[in-house]
């Protein structure tokens, strides 16, 4: 469908080996390791220490919802794109970039 090469296809499910960079206004990025467990339909779990951010697409655009330990500290929706292994987001309202980029699929079954 459309949809699919406007915002990209994600990757194959399963729990990855990741690196999350954040950019805040015109500083530059922040990156550092994260996982990310990303599920049949593309929504993901990306967790940073006890911080996890709970991403699930809602139509053209994606869902996320942010938690220290259970509790939600912030959410809201945000334009996004899949690229290969790459998913990027933006928060407009805070002036923050988000990308994430996927590396080694842990635990594949053979």
């Not at 990757?11 to 080996?17: E, S």
């Amino acid at each position: 469908p459309a949809i699919d090469l406007l915002r990209g296809l994600p990757p194959a499910p399963g729990l990855y080996d990741a690196v999350m960079c954040v950019t805040v206004g015109a500083a530059p990025a922040n990156c550092g390791p994260v996982t990310a467990d990303v599920g049949p339909d593309g929504q993901a779990l990306v967790r940073i220490s006890d911080i996890a951010y709970r991403l699930e697409i809602y139509g053209d655009k994606l869902g996320i919802t942010l938690f220290h330990g259970t509790m939600q500290i912030d959410g809201y929706f945000a334009p996004y794109r899949w690229s290969g292994q790459t998913l990027q987001f933006e928060d407009t309202e805070k002036a923050t970039r988000h990308e994430v980029k996927l590396g080694t699929r842990r635990f594949d079954t053979p």
